[in-house]
């Protein structure tokens, strides 16, 4: 699982993963950053370390070309702030901030975002939300959850939970408690399908090898759910799913029921946009939301879609064509574009 997640985040060129680890290239013998603007090797080649000593150790070099083993002076700058934004204990304003680092603060939100993909107010609230959920997870009441990681009020926990959580505090407090999910699983062009509904609407169409395997990361996930199987309750989804991996022009206008942060849902719902047998660069989709800085924001949320084909984040692909990651393999991603641009 943590091999996966660093191998998406190399794939997105990930420059917030800078400096956590670096990833080491058997057949050339170098080792990078993770933001390393150089051609992605294989997947099988690739081996990840904590640091460059331990690549080093291992046998590797430094790559010359991204320099691991330096940190710019903006990466210093960013890093400093996130430290004392991890630090604080009340809500820290960007001209404090600013002053910490050393750093104007247009320069200062500029350069953090381009990190991080958030501003340091919205790094900030992010941060909150994530201290919410670890006191909720270890049996808080919510009143203390909210107070201790710096809210205000419930009012403004609750104005955030459907954005943050995909539900409310109290539910994600009881882990999905409550909730009712259906799945089926069913064999398709791409292998094994597994569609997940709730009342409201899909909450998960995944690909894997296996079902068993597909329904174990499910029950996971969503594990104080009340989860079972129920082909006839997701069919009326299967059908126009299965009908666009064959590469039919079909609509998927599906309700879905889904977490995701304002930034991620800005995102999918560009992605929706996107002509059937038709791509964009992560770095059209970036200027379509009105944030040229933003590529590995987007392409963190199209890594984080919960949902394949009904957001087709497979019609996203690298400014030179190729098609880089995708969450459930590119040798899918790749059948996908052939078929869609086949029909059309």
Not at 63 to 89: F, H, N, W, Y
Not at 120 to 146: F, H, W
Not at 148 to 172: C, N, V
Not at 245 to 267: C, H, I, M, N, S
């Amino acid at each position: 699982m943590q091999f996966e997640m660093q191998w998406q985040q190399v794939m997105a060129r990930d420059a917030r993963q800078d400096g956590r680890f670096v990833f080491a290239v058997r057949t050339t013998g170098i080792y990078c950053r993770p933001s390393c603007p150089s051609r992605r090797p294989r997947r099988d080649s690739v081996e990840f370390f904590a640091n460059p000593q331990q690549a080093e150790r291992a046998g590797y070099r430094a790559c010359l070309r991204c320099r691991p083993t330096e940190i710019s002076a903006q990466a210093k700058a960013v890093m400093q702030a996130r430290e004392l934004l991890d630090g604080a204990e009340t809500v820290t304003t960007l001209a404090e901030l600013s002053q910490r680092v050393g750093v104007s603060p247009f320069h200062l939100q500029r350069l953090f975002k381009r990190a991080t993909g958030l501003s340091p107010c919205e790094y900030q609230s992010a941060r909150r939300m994530q201290q919410v959920k670890r006191g909720l997870r270890k049996g808080d009441n919510v009143t203390t959850a909210l107070y201790d990681a710096g809210f205000g009020s419930p009012s403004r926990l609750y104005e955030k939970a459907r954005q943050h959580l995909g539900m409310t505090p109290g539910i994600y407090r009881r882990a999905g408690a409550g909730m009712r999910i259906q799945y089926g699983i069913v064999a398709s062009p791409l292998g094994r399908l597994l569609v997940a509904v709730t009342p409201r609407g899909l909450c998960a169409v995944r690909f894997g090898e296996s079902a068993g395997e597909l329904e174990r990361e499910l029950r996971a996930e969503f594990h104080a759910a009340e989860v079972h199987r129920d082909d006839t309750a997701v069919r009326r989804y299967l059908q126009p799913l299965l009908a666009s991996l064959r590469g039919e022009r079909v609509t998927l206008d599906l309700p879905l029921d889904v977490r995701a942060t304002a930034f991620q849902k800005k995102v999918w719902d560009e992605l929706k946009k996107i002509p059937h047998g038709e791509t964009r660069s992560y770095g059209e989709v970036a200027r379509a939301i009105g944030d040229d800085n933003a590529v590995r924001a987007v392409a963190r949320a199209c890594a984080s879609n919960p949902v394949a084909v009904v957001v087709p984040c497979h019609r996203v692909v690298r400014s030179d064509g190729n098609l880089a990651g995708y969450r459930w393999g590119v040798g899918r991603k790749k059948k996908l574009l052939e078929r869609e641009r086949q029909q059309s």
